[in-house]
């Protein structure tokens, strides 16, 4: 069992920064890969990014790479999902999720625990 939740969403203009949170209780933190996708009402839930136990192994959606970081503080169980050159087609409600994995998965399916959401909008 995987507690998980997000903060740090909010509303920014276009080309502006956020920086998300996700605080993890519950299991060892470290022996999951984490996920970040998003979603927008009407559509299916789609990946942003996922990191591996260590750390030393990441990916993004052509969408958002060059633009977006993920990064984790296994000592603090904290994920982070920097956000950067932001543009309206990223509004959406952004998820953290755990894979017990090494590596992850860009699969939503694959993943056992997700938190709440938190609420990302970008003016134009």
């Known amino acids: 069992q995987v507690q998980l939740v997000e903060s740090g969403g909010g509303l920014v203009q276009a080309g502006g920064s956020l920086r998300l949170s996700c605080a993890a209780s519950?299991?060892?933190?470290?022996?999951?890969?984490m996920g970040w996708f998003r979603q927008v009402s009407g559509k299916e839930r789609e990946f942003v990014a996922r990191?591996?136990?260590?750390?030393?192994?990441?990916s993004y959606a052509d969408s958002v790479k060059g633009r977006f970081t993920i990064s984790r503080d296994n000592a603090k169980n904290t994920v982070y999902l920097q956000m950067n050159s932001l543009k309206p087609e990223d509004t959406a409600v952004y998820y953290c999720a755990a894979n017990p994995t090494w590596a992850g998965s860009s699969r939503p399916t694959e993943y056992d625990y997700w938190g709440q959401g938190t609420q990302v909008t970008v003016s134009s």
């Open positions: 990191i591996s136990w260590s750390g030393s192994s990441t």
């Open positions: 519950g299991r060892t933190f470290s022996n999951y890969a």
